[in-house]
């Protein structure tokens, strides 16, 4: 097992019930990424994760807009917002993480997509890029470098955070292994990475992580 250099962090993206398997948000396979997860946490001395964690009444919700349908794009304060299902309510069950991950050595959990006027797919900002969950800082802090990414989803909250990253000036890895696609249109985990590999995200296989070292 190697051992990543103490600028380095791990960010677990949304590891929670409401995406995977039988939550109201389900991702495909979501599941498969915790084992992979499992295995990458002994490797990084520095652990955060980000938890959706919305108001009841969020505009991302097609509940919360009579008429709609989850999948179908409005306007939510002047930002076209996909409606989804009501998922990661604050408090519920759904908003939490299995207990099957292991949760001892994470340092921090950066709470997002708590302003029911404006969705947070990225771990750093909300979609306006006005409200700044903190995480941002607390790497600097911390003397952060590099970060290194896994969890759900792959084409929405995970790729907004590697994209705010690499963004800020952090070298940002993403673990393809260790992250799956919602996929409203089929195509969307592939072009996701795509789009991460144009904007300089390294894009591998956790286990090649030694490469990377
Ligand atoms: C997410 C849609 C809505 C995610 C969160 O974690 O990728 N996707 N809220
Ligand atoms: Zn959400």
Redesign the pocket.
Known sequence: MIKMSPDTALIL??VQHD?LPGGA?AVTQGDEILPIIASLQPQFEHIVATQ?WHPANHG?FAANHPGTQPGQQIELEGLPQIL?PV?CVEGTFGADFPVTLDRSRWQAVFQK?RNPLVDS?SGFFDNARRGDTGLRSYLLLQGITRVCIAG??LD??VKFTALDAVSLGFKTLVFTDATRA?NLRPEDGRRALDELKAAGVYCLESKALSSYV
């Open positions: 993206v949304d995406f948000l959706d991302s989804w998922h997509g797919y759900l989803a929405y909250c919602v």
